[in-house]
């Protein structure tokens, strides 16, 4: 039988530890480039739940004002234009609060009065902070 290959080369293994370093940096790279987009996403998450709180906040607080404005005129916002703060219990709105205030924006020709009801819902959780606003228009 004839050899085709007569020389015989003494391998010392180099190529191998640079297959093996390419191949960690290229992990290494992939694991980064995951660990990223696991962050953007968790960030993302987070948001939307709090962001969704806070727009419950905000409604709570509108339908808080609208029950009083309907039920005893004499006692809601609208007839005192201020604000109201209202600290909302619940496991649902820990560390929420809904800010209401209420303006007069006309009447209309059979003299009734237009007001606009603006809540704020702001939900706090660690560093983040977010607030929704919910806008109802009311007719006396």
């Not at 190529?15 to 696991?38: D, E, H, K, P, T």
Request: aromatic residues 8%.
């Amino acid at each position: 039988m004839m050899r085709l290959f007569t020389i015989r080369h003494k391998q010392t293994g180099s190529g191998l530890l640079l297959v093996v370093f390419i191949i960690v940096v290229v992990v290494g790279f992939v694991a980064s480039v995951a660990n990223r987009n696991q962050e953007r996403s968790s960030d993302q998450f987070i948001a939307s739940v709090i962001g969704t709180r806070a727009e419950l906040a905000a409604r709570s607080g509108a339908q808080i004002e609208l029950s009083r404005f309907y039920q005893n005129p004499s006692s809601g916002i609208c007839q005192s234009l201020s604000v109201q703060t209202i600290i909302l219990q619940g496991n649902g709105f820990f560390q929420c609060s809904a800010s209401v205030s209420c303006a007069s924006i006309g009447s209309l020709d059979d003299s009734r009065e237009i007001f606009q009801l603006t809540s704020t819902g702001t939900c706090s959780v660690g560093d983040w902070q977010l607030q929704r606003v919910i806008q109802v228009g009311l007719k006396q």
